[in-house]
């Protein structure tokens, strides 16, 4: 099991090198650099170069990649990525971690909720579908999902904006939060992004739960299970459902990641103070560090989901061996 | 061999090819109708789906005014089937009958008076003691105000066909709708064809090779399967978007373009993981067995074997992809990172009429129902392919 | 078998039994007429072949008909119908009083449940046992069927289980409530043989401990002669004949019975001779049209007449309770399938060999490290054949035997270059062969060609069966498109099809059509030497037969030389010039067939060839079983490779050294074996196997 972990481990760290890799290069290939962008219309040689060697910019970029990620140098006071310190926001002229902070907290508060919404029932969902195949029950709950799957998240925010504010006036429109409060101070505000996120991830791991279930109750050991002429209830929830819950875990896993994504979406559509507007912020304003800060944390997000899927799957799966 | 034959066996050949292909290409057709129209969803998501399409193609004409033409005067016209509109000097302001009975009765209703502020914004508002006055000859009405100069109603201008409405400019959203439908359309298929070609060319290519090859291909491909799609998405564009078009006659279509080439290699590592675990198992059958004991080179076995046996997983792919691709198009259009305005973007008109939900919420009403519609369609589609195809009925990726 | 219990009311009783599913692609009528009755204290066989409705009358039985289906007829069970039972009075019945073997024992079981656990669950739901009793019981289970350590096999899931042991664990689940009436389904299909013969003889060891009914459906004649006191014969859904097994094997009175055990390979005789399979024209009427008022035989029946086509005839007495759905019943001898020709075999002149393999090793794998890529090395590869000799002569067939997990199907491919070996020698007449097939030479693959195990696999189910054999034609045989067409169509006719078959896909043939097709694509470029790996081994035994027949008519008509890879002695005995026995990658025994099968025999050869079931009721029980399975060869064997598991292992020689090898006088008979020839001759001729324990390794 310790070996299981040291092996999956690794691999995290080696995926996420590779990520951090691929996003410094990213920003290197962008044509123009920052200060050239930042200086804009005045820009005179002599503040162009102080900018970059304020910036550091004028050195090596393998230089500059070390100093990021692990914070060789020692003068600029930063500790690297792997202690925890993503730099300067070119932008805010703040340090990343100041600017992604609480926005940080606003953001997983959404998702974590999201996600104990969507999963329990969309697993109990799905298990009560998946052992009544096309019945008037299930037909009913497919469609539903169906049009969960197809609906993109900015259209059911504004459906449910247009529904829940518009019409019948129960919630405020935009999920604006004042600096340095809770989210949770005001619960009404969180009610519709968590329920936009929640429909897609509802109707996909409802689907696959479903279709897991159908497939496990023809299989051959649930044969044998009724044929033992033990009752339904046990041949299902017995037999059926921890099989079929199994591949279910590692499409959990998945969600985590649309979760994350679609927090970009949801929170352009609600104006809700989180890592993915100012994803999208930081794209639009070219701000390096904040946007490599950014992916690194949700690409470390997704994979440590992974992780967590993979040793739920190991544990509950005796065939698979710790290697 | 004397060269008059050598024309005829070319010639031949040609139109065998010709023929051959032309069949092949029926075979197919027919298969796929086989598979559509086997399941009800599939009975249901292809006319879905080939509305769109004919929506995407004939669109433009079909549209019953210009999706572009800005006409203020227009402005939020509430859908309907026939719109009657009033001349107010130089102002229109929509007829429903109150307007009218309110110019007979020579009263000033509310809804003149609103009607006139948003017909006449820049002009100051009818107030109370607005009255209509002198009836002349049926066909016009004076609005007499106080301290105002009076305004002239002319007869009945004109009907318009607003189906869907107009938005903030005056636009004619069912034309707007009907236009957005081709660039959505084509963008998202051709990206999810490429993906589809790059997915398979790398899986299959990286699966039948196996070893050191096979080894590095996949670490590359789990690191991208760790961002979330969309994520990947809009770093791939903003990377790639920074550059210019490399050929001139590319510059109008280079927005397009950036996004087909980004969904297609975001769309890479999931395909080639499918293709990939399909061309293991394939190299195990013995009929791939047998092609190597003959001696075929390993592009004959990848194409002419094992691709054959990967159409259905294909198409079920294709379809799964399609809808994925349609929902990333839309949202980079609703993020504003889409084709720019103002060719119409059923993303970003959603996006540019939040702010007129609450009383206007036909302007997103139109596009959410024509995105879902086109998405809910392409899914039932596959939905129906992989269940008459006897697929599993989830592909995880 | 007590005289009372055959002589009262049976406890089942199945009448005119009529199972339809009713499915999206159309109506399947599995079960049209099937009438038959199990006693208590007796084996009923069901046997037939593929398609004919044997398992799904057995699940009619247990009232588990999935989807939507008809049900006609009768299943009395102890007088009340199966059939006409509610959801509660089924649950009550199933597992409890009647219970099921199934077929395949590797997905029967719950892959995430601890296998105690689940029998557990029959006796919680069946019986009023407290717990500590039904731990006792579960315990006392498992050791009835004879698993080795009873105490702790409960706590083990499925996958660490071999198949043996997991069938005795579903046996042991379906004896838990003594039940009235078991139902075995194809029980040890898919088992190696040595594993097959002591499940059969738990069978048999049951029949007589507990007092209920078995109905035991199998596809194979040998295991049911083995087993059965009586036997049910079904035909296209149709029980055809029902008799007591001798009167069935020794004076069958319907045709379709005496075709089948016709077409049974069976020993040369004394004399050398082989007998030639009967062929049985056609296919089974389909199941997916509907019944005419005729003989569903009809159309393959040496002996029909008229009136065969004008009534579908009854089951009917033919005498002494001998049951047969035919109208002339007294016409029936086995020779109605025509003089089978018995072919003496010459023993050709020996040539200069066509293929000579020296020290063929093969391992699979690299050396495993701890983690992952880093790390001692901890796990080392799989020795899947090691050190490898043999010769194939020209004109004459190499048989390789061995259980599965033996190496036999690894030689098969590092013979044609599948799988490249990696080390040793390999000559085509005078050519070394390069390891792998990428780099031998046109000629080289034209001179060797292969037929696979599973023919539904062997051809490419989306292109033509024009295909598969116009392209071996233009890759070896040189011929142009116009031509490599002619000649199809000519090889199609030389294996008994069509020509219009060309342009089908795979699909659309049966599985003997499919493999027939294979035969041809690897005859296209008349090669030297042909693998066949396991190519009969999933066809239906009339299918089988004729397949056999072809390979062993064309080898007479070309002088090709074959290597025959089975797990089936019959077939082995049948077709080969000599035979090379492989256990764990190891040569046990080869030798000329009629010398190996004969005496003296490496104790493996000796064990393989006591566990064949033979279609004979009256053929004498055998007794030297070998439990458990091949070892996966990770490390090397420190002494004798078979020690492990032989059943006549002498001592700690065996453990420590490797065997030595045995020229056996007499022309190429080599053993590999510690015990001295004659002393191994001297053994094995008094039959003294039954002094001879199991050997346990598990």
């Known amino acids: 099991m310790a070996r299981f972990l040291a092996i999956r481990l690794s691999l995290i760290v080696l995926t996420l090198f590779l990520v951090s890799v691929a996003i410094f290069i990213a920003g290197e ?92 029932t969309a697993v109990l969902v799905g298990i009560w579908a998946g052992v009544r195949p096309d019945s008037i029950g ?186 | 061999m004397t060269s008059p034959a050598l024309a005829g066996e070319i010639y031949t050949g040609v139109v065998r090819s010709a023929g051959a292909s032309l069949s092949a290409l029926g075979r197919g057709i027919r298969n796929f109708l086989r598979l559509a129209l086997g399941t009800t969803s599939g009975r249901i998501g ?90 002349q000859d049926g066909s016009s009405w004076t609005i007499t105000q106080p301290g105002v100069a009076p305004y002239e109603v002319s007869t009945i201008e004109g009907s318009e066909r607003y189906w869907f409405g107009t938005d903030n400019f005056g636009r004619d959203v069912f034309s707007r709708v009907l236009s957005g439908a081709r660039s959505l359309i084509l963008i998202s298929l051709c990206g999810a064809l490429l993906g589809i070609f790059l997915g398979t060319v790398v899986g299959m290519g990286s699966g039948y ?32 978007g920074a550059r210019d078009a490399p050929w001139g006659w590319l510059d109008s279509q280079w927005e397009a373009v950036l996004i087909v080439v980004t969904v297609g290699i975001v769309f890479l590592p999931g395909i080639s993981r499918v293709m990939r675990s399909i061309t293991l198992k394939a190299k195990n059958q013995e009929f791939v067995m047998s092609a190597r004991l003959r001696g075929e080179s390993a592009a004959y076995i990848i194409f002419r074997e094992i691709l054959p046996n990967a159409m259905t997983v294909l198409a079920v792919e294709l379809s799964v992809r399609l809808s994925y691709s349609i929902l990333i198009v839309s949202s980079l259009g609703f993020l504003g990172l889409g084709v720019q305005p103002p060719s119409p973007d059923w993303g970003l008109m959603i996006s540019e009429s939040r702010g007129y939900l609450a009383d206007y919420p036909w302007m997103v009403l139109a596009p959410a129902g024509a995105i879902s519609s086109l998405v809910v369609g392409v899914n039932l589609l596959s939905d129906g392919i992989r269940q008459a195809s006897g697929l599993p009925r989830e592909i995880t990726q | 078998m007590s005289s009372q219990s055959a002589n009262g009311t049976p406890l089942l009783q199945v009448e005119h039994l009529g199972v339809t599913f009713f499915t999206p692609r159309g109506t399947v009528r599995a079960v049209r007429d099937a009438s038959l009755e199990v006693r208590r204290g007796e084996v009923m066989g069901v046997v037939g072949e593929s398609g004919c409705g044997k398992s799904t009358t057995a699940f009619a039985v247990m009232g588990y008909l999935p989807g939507i289906t008809q049900v006609d007829g009768k299943i009395v069970f102890e007088g009340q119908d199966v059939a006409q039972m509610g959801p509660d009075e089924l649950r009550h019945l199933r597992g409890n009083r009647i219970a099921m073997v199934y077929q395949d024992p590797a997905t029967a079981l719950n892959p995430t449940m601890r296998v105690g656990p689940q029998l557990e669950e029959v006796l919680r739901e069946h019986t009023d046992m407290a717990s500590q009793q039904i731990r006792q019981r579960t315990v006392e289970l498992f050791e009835s069927v004879r698993l080795s350590d009873p105490e702790t096999v409960g706590r083990r899931y499925p996958h660490e289980l071999s198949g043996g042991m997991q069938q005795r664990v579903v046996i042991a689940m379906a004896l838990a409530c003594d ?138 007495d033919a005498g002494g309770g001998h049951l047969s759905r035919c109208l002339y019943p007294g016409d029936v001898d086995t020779g109605i399938w025509g003089e089978l020709d018995t072919s003496v075999d010459t023993e050709r002149a020996r040539q200069e060999p066509v293929l000579t393999a020296t020290g063929m090793r093969r391992f699979y794998g690299n050396w495993g490290r701890k983690y992952f890529l880093f790390g001692p090395r901890v796990r080392p590869p799989v020795r899947a054949v090691t050190g490898v000799d043999f010769k194939v002569g020209l004109g004459r067939t190499l048989g390789i035997v061995g259980e599965s997990g033996s190496g036999k199907t690894t030689v098969a491919r590092a013979i044609v270059g599948l799988v490249p070996r990696d080390q040793g020698g390999l000559q085509l007449q005078d050519q070394e062969l390069a390891p792998s097939v990428e780099s031998r030479t046109r000629d080289q693959r034209a001179a060797m060609r292969m037929v696979f195990q599973n023919p539904q696999a062997s051809l490419n189910p989306k292109l033509s069966i024009r295909h598969a054999i116009v392209r071996s034609l233009r890759k070896f045989a040189g011929l142009n498109k116009r031509d490599s067409q002619k000649r199809a169509g000519e090889l199609l006719q030389a294996v008994g099809l069509d020509p219009g078959y060309l342009d089908r896909h795979p699909g659309e043939l049966s599985g003997g059509e499919q493999q027939r097709v294979a035969i041809a694509g690897a005859f296209a470029a008349s090669p030297d030497l042909v693998v066949a790996d396991e190519a009969v081994s999933a066809l239906d035994v009339s299918v089988q037969a004729q397949v056999l027949n072809l390979l062993r008519s064309h080898q007479q008509d070309t002088n090709t030389s074959y290597v025959f890879i089975t797990h089936d002695l019959g077939v082995v005995r049948y077709l080969s010039d000599d035979i090379l026995v492989l256990y764990a990658g190891h040569v046990a025994e080869t030798g000329p067939a009629n010398k190996v099968l004969g005496l003296p025999s490496h104790p493996y050869t000796e064990a393989l060839m006591s566990a064949a079931p033979i279609p004979d009721p009256d053929a004498e029980p055998t007794v030297i079983r070998l439990s458990g399975a091949v070892p996966t060869m990770r490390a090397e064997f420190t002494g004798c490779f078979f020690a492990g598991r032989c059943p006549r292992k002498v001592g700690p020689v065996c453990d420590d050294t490797p065997p030595p090898e045995q020229i056996v006088p007499g022309g190429g008979h080599l053993i590999n074996c510690h015990i001295p020839l004659e002393e191994l001759a001297a053994l094995q001729a008094d039959g003294s196997g039954s002094a001879v324990t199991q050997a346990s390794a598990s």
């Open chain 2, 46 to 135: 292809l006319p879905i789906v080939l509305a769109h399409a004919f929506v995407a193609i004939f669109g433009p004409w079909l549209a019953p005014y210009s999706p572009t033409d800005i006409r203020a005067e227009h402005q939020f016209v509430a859908p309907s089937f026939n719109q009657e509109f009033l001349s107010v000097g130089k102002y229109t302001i929509e007829a429903g009958s109150e307007t009218l009975q309110a110019l007979d009765n020579g009263v000033v209703s509310e809804e003149l008076r609103s009607g006139f502020a948003r017909a006449s914004s820049g002009l100051s508002a009818l107030t109370e003691d607005a009255a209509v006055s002198t009836v």
């Open chain 2, 209 to 240: 090779k196996g070893g050191k090859i096979d080894e590095v291909v996949m670490r590359i491909v789990d690191a991208m399967m760790a961002f979330p799609g969309l994520l990947l998405t809009l770093l791939i564009l903003v990377t790639l």
């Open chain 1, 138 to 323: 299930d037909r009913i709950v497919s469609a539903v999902a169906m049009v969960g799957i197809s609906l993109p998240e900015f259209v059911t925010g504004v459906l449910l904006i247009i529904i829940f504010a518009s019409t019948l006036d129960l919630l405020p429109t935009l999920s604006t939060i004042d600096r340095g409060e809770s989210p949770l101070t005001n619960p009404k505000i969180l009610v519709m992004p968590i329920l936009t996120l929640t429909a897609v991830v509802f109707a996909y791991i409802m689907r696959m739960t479903r279709a897991n279930v159908i497939e496990v109750m023809q299989s051959a050991y649930v044969r044998t299970a009724v044929l033992k002429g033990i009752p339904m209830r046990r041949v299902v929830f017995r037999h059926a459902v921890p099989n079929a819950l199994l591949p279910t875990i590692s499409v959990v896993a998945q969600m985590s990641g649309w979760l994350l994504a679609g927090l970009i979406i949801v929170e352009t559509v609600f104006s809700y103070p989180g890592l993915g507007s100012l994803l999208l912020a930081s794209i639009n304003n070219d701000d390096q560090h904040l946007l490599q800060g950014l992916v690194l944390i949700i690409a470390g997000a997704y994979t440590i989901g992974n992780l967590v899927a993979d040793l739920l799957y190991a544990y509950l799966d005796p065939r698979i061996r710790y290697a």
């Open chain 3, 179 to 316: 039940p009235d009436l078991l139902i075995m389904d194809e029980p040890t299909t898919g088992l190696d043989v040595t594993t097959e013969a002591t499940i059969l003889e738990l069978v048999v060891d049951l029949k007589q401990r507990i007092n209920a009914g078995i109905l035991y459906v199998s596809h194979n004649l040998g295991v049911i002669a083995t087993v059965a006191d009586r036997v049910a014969v079904m035909y296209a859904g149709e029980t055809v004949e029902e008799a007591p097994v001798r009167d069935l094997f020794k004076d069958s009175k319907h045709p379709y019975t005496t075709g089948l055990l016709n077409c049974v390979p069976k020993p040369p005789t004394d004399a050398g001779e082989v007998v030639q399979l009967s062929r049985i024209p056609g296919v089974v009427y389909s199941a997916n049209d509907p019944a005419p008022n005729a003989c569903l035989f009809v159309s393959r029946c040496p002996i029909a007449q008229e009136s065969c086509s004008r009534q579908a005839p009854p089951l009917a």
């Open chain 1, 29 to 120: 290939v962008l044509p123009g650099d920052a200060c050239t962008k930042k200086l804009g219309r005045f820009i005179t040689p002599e503040s162009y170069t102080a900018c970059m060697a304020e910036w550091d910019l004028d050195r090596s970029a393998a230089v500059r990649y070390l100093d990021w990620i692990a914070g060789v140098d020692p003068g600029d006071g930063s500790g690297g990525v792997i202690l925890g310190d993503f730099g300067y926001s070119f932008n805010q002229l703040r340090p990343v971690t100041d600017v992604i902070g609480h926005r940080f907290w606003y953001s997983v508060t959404l998702a974590v909720i999201a996600f104990f919404v969507a999963v329990p």
